[in-house]
């Protein structure tokens, strides 16, 4: 479903020059999967998402979403996915049907299949009783729901969720990770973005680790265990940032030390 290869993106940054927000990543996620991205703030996580989704180029490196490249068919690509994310944004004058049908229309739902499609998911995410309430008037939660509905309305193949609990009460969150599951156990195809360790565990089939762009670790959560002698999550996750931290700082020390020396060598 979802193929990475080499992906990289970088930014002219003017006071520290080239930023690369991702280094090279490479990675699969297949039908009937929820794939994890999970790393702090800054990791590259949302980078990633977005060449993904085509709202970003890369630097470099390709990237297939059912067989379908982000870069030579992006219309194709943006027929294949739903985005769902924690600041998606709802139209202040309009209801919560008609941004679902406005987006159904969008992607060339006929009149009979999107009556059809929104019964069903009206239903699903239990939203008949906000059918007419504004945007400018819901809660975050109502917000949320929308933004699953419109995600979901062409019935794509693949779904991504960028840190989409942010911001969410536990109830609300509770019903969109089950959402989530539901969607996996469809068959669709999961790439969900979180900083949180536990729905990584509840949820994720496979979880990559990113740190500053880099995927430190990539596995199934068994198999990341039995790598890094660790069964806490957390635990690990924190010593494989602590070390790439330590590994940074010492070879930037080393790198200002040799200029220092330079320096003083010079005439």
Known sequence: MIHVRDLTKSYADIRRGKFVALAGISFDAHAGQIYGLLGPNGAGKTS???????VLRPTSGSA???????????SLVRH?????????AVYDRMTAFEMVEYFGKLYGLSKEQLEARMNELFDRLQMH???DV?????????KQKVSIARALVHDPPVLIFDEATAGLDVLVARALLKEVAQLRDAGKCVIFSTHIMREAERLCDRIAIMHRGHI??????DELRSTYAE???EELFF??????????????????????????NSP
């Open 64 to 74: 297939r979403v059912n067989g379908y490249d982000v870069l030579t068919q992006p």
């Open 231 to 233: 069964n806490d999550l």
């Open 216 to 221: 430190l670790a990539e596995g199934s959560l």
């Open 239 to 264: 010593q494989l940032i602590s070390k790439r931290e330590e590994a940074a700082e010492s070879t930037g020390k080393s790198a200002a030390t040799a200029e220092a020396r330079k320096a003083g």
């Open 80 to 88: 294949q996915i739903g985005f769902v994310s924690c600041n998606t």
């Open 129 to 131: 009783e906000i059918r």
């Open 48 to 54: 990633a998402l977005r060449i993904l989704s085509t």
């Open 134 to 142: 504004l945007g400018a008037k819901m809660s975050t939660g109502m």
